[in-house]
């Protein structure tokens, strides 16, 4: 696997050196379009709906249309805005495992530790595991906030990264808000089906099927000779950073006494509040 990010995990004073890495990839096997005559590949044209003319990148802008206007953004405007290059990745706060809806998970990546010791790693992945907690966390990921959940898979960290609120629709749906009578008998047979499929799930007892046929006929047609040269290139590098070094425990002691100062002063802040309204 290939890094894509490093950083660090921060909680309190704390520091958790780690390279970040894709948990998932998918499988499904790449198709493109070709002229059936002669296998010549069919490419999408960047074509001005407006003069016709083909536009190469250098005169391309990106632009917001609200269904009534257009309004076009320039490299200009887009660089006039705070562009995100932290490499830490905050810990804002610690919430009971089970109150994280699956609905918000996005992407999920594994953490490495990046550092010649991998003590504080260690330690924060069994305090989640004992504390059944997870770590809401804010970050940089190719000049974009993200927010995401840190939590314990195995032995491993892994960041999840969750969809804003605002990116969660309602299911306002008419239908559900009509009365259904459901009787004794009916919800018996109901759980009686669903004790008749229950077993421990093993992800490894389901293949796709599709993909798995779909490799067998491109393999059979390369066998007969049925196919065409082509080539491919790529490559990235991980850039290097020295490891940010603290005692473990001291910065566990001042991240404590640091929090427990916060909150007092936001309790302070808090009854003053209430006594000015009185």
Same mark, same amino acid.
């Given at each position: 696997?290939?890094?894509?990010?490093?950083?660090?995990?921060?909680?309190?004073?704390?520091?958790?050196? %780690?390279? /970040?890495?894709?948990?998932?990839?998918?499988?499904?096997?790449?198709?493109?379009?070709?002229?059936?005559?002669?296998?010549?590949?069919?490419?999408?044209? +960047?074509?001005?709906?407006?003069?016709?003319?083909?536009?190469?990148?250098?005169?391309? =802008?990106?632009?917001?249309?609200?269904?009534?206007?257009?309004?076009?953004?320039?490299?200009?405007?887009?660089?006039?805005?705070? /562009?995100? +290059?932290?490499?830490?990745?905050? /810990?804002?706060?610690? /919430?009971?495992?089970?109150?994280?809806?699956?609905?918000?998970?996005? #992407?999920?990546?594994?953490?490495?530790?990046?550092?010649?010791?991998?003590?504080?790693?260690?330690?924060?992945?069994?305090?989640?595991?004992?504390?059944?907690?997870?770590?809401?966390?804010?970050?940089?990921?190719?000049?974009?906030?993200?927010?995401?959940?840190?939590?314990?898979?195995?032995?491993?960290?892994?960041?999840?990264?969750?969809?804003?609120?605002?990116?969660?629709?309602?299911?306002?749906?008419?239908?559900?808000?009509?009365?259904? #009578?459901?009787? $004794?008998?009916?919800?018996?047979?109901?759980?009686?089906?669903?004790?008749?499929?229950?077993?421990?799930?093993?992800?490894?007892?389901?293949?796709?099927?599709?993909?798995?046929?779909?490799?067998?006929?491109?393999?059979?047609?390369? =066998? +007969?000779?049925? $196919?065409?040269?082509?080539?491919?290139?790529?490559?990235?590098? =991980?850039?290097?950073?020295? =490891?940010? %070094?603290?005692?473990?425990?001291?910065?566990?002691?001042?991240?404590?006494?640091?929090? +427990?100062?916060?909150?007092?002063?936001?309790?302070?802040?808090?009854?003053?509040?209430?006594?000015?309204?009185?």
């Amino acid at each position: 696997m290939r890094a894509i990010w490093k950083g660090a995990v921060a909680f309190g004073l704390v520091n958790v050196p %780690v390279k /970040v890495y894709s948990a998932t990839e998918d499988h499904d096997i790449g198709l493109h379009q070709v002229h059936d005559r002669d296998g010549g590949r069919i490419r999408y044209q +960047r074509r001005c709906e407006i003069c016709g003319e083909i536009v190469d990148f250098e005169h391309i =802008d990106k632009a917001y249309d609200d269904g009534e206007r257009t309004v076009v953004l320039t490299d200009e405007d887009l660089s006039s805005l705070p /562009v995100e +290059r932290s490499h830490e990745i905050e /810990v804002v706060e610690f /919430v009971p495992s089970d109150q994280l809806d699956p609905i918000m998970l996005d #992407r999920s990546y594994y953490l490495e530790p990046d550092s010649t010791s991998i003590k504080a790693y260690v330690l924060l992945r069994r305090t989640l595991q004992e504390t059944d907690r997870t770590a809401i966390v804010q970050f940089a990921l190719r000049q974009k906030s993200r927010l995401a959940a840190l939590r314990v898979r195995g032995d491993v960290l892994m960041l999840q990264t969750l969809l804003w609120d605002d990116e969660i629709r309602e299911a306002a749906f008419p239908a559900l808000e009509e009365k259904v #009578r459901i009787s $004794s008998k009916e919800k018996q047979m109901s759980a009686a089906l669903v004790e008749s499929f229950s077993t421990d799930f093993d992800p490894g007892n389901f293949t796709d099927e599709y993909q798995t046929q779909l490799r067998t006929l491109i393999d059979a047609k390369i =066998d +007969r000779g049925d $196919s065409l040269d082509t080539e491919e290139t790529f490559g990235a590098g =991980d850039e290097e950073d020295d =490891d940010n %070094v603290l005692d473990l425990m001291e910065a566990l002691r001042r991240s404590v006494e640091q929090n +427990r100062q916060k909150k007092a002063g936001a309790k302070k802040a808090s009854g003053s509040s209430k006594q000015k309204g009185a």
